[in-house]
């Protein structure tokens, strides 16, 4: 038998979880206007904030290439050709760091909206 306490305990909770994802739903389409804005060009401010868009990018270095300047066992000891295992070879001078950094490709991965605070 479930004692009044654990259902005032699970009726909170279902509460909270149920404002939490209206208001996740509503941030989530606030957020889409903004960008959608930002993207073509208008600027937002309030007292407080200031919305910006900031690309997040990934870093990649093309297989082939990266055989080509370093040689079929540096290929393999990295495998998938992993950026943080690479770094760590050049770290380690097994890489050529100039030759790793040239052959790296910035690919864009998302656009966050980003608040930060106006001083005042």
């Known amino acids: 038998m479930t004692t009044p306490h654990l259902t005032d305990l699970l009726d909170r909770y279902a509460t909270l979880r149920d404002t939490i994802l209206g208001l996740e739903a509503e941030r989530d389409q606030l957020g889409a206007e903004l960008k959608a804005a930002l993207l073509d060009g208008e600027t937002v401010q309030t007292d407080l904030y200031r919305a910006e868009l900031r690309t997040s990018t990934t870093i990649e270095y093309p297989l082939d290439r990266f055989r080509e300047c370093f040689g079929d066992a540096a290929t393999l000891e ?4 992993d950026r943080k295992k690479a770094d760590r070879l050049a770290t380690a001078g097994d890489l050529d760091a ?3 950094a040239n052959l790296a490709v910035k690919k864009p991965r998302a656009q966050s909206l980003v608040l930060t605070q106006v001083r005042a």
């Open 98 to 100: 100039d030759t790793l």
């Open 78 to 81: 990295v495998a998938t050709i």
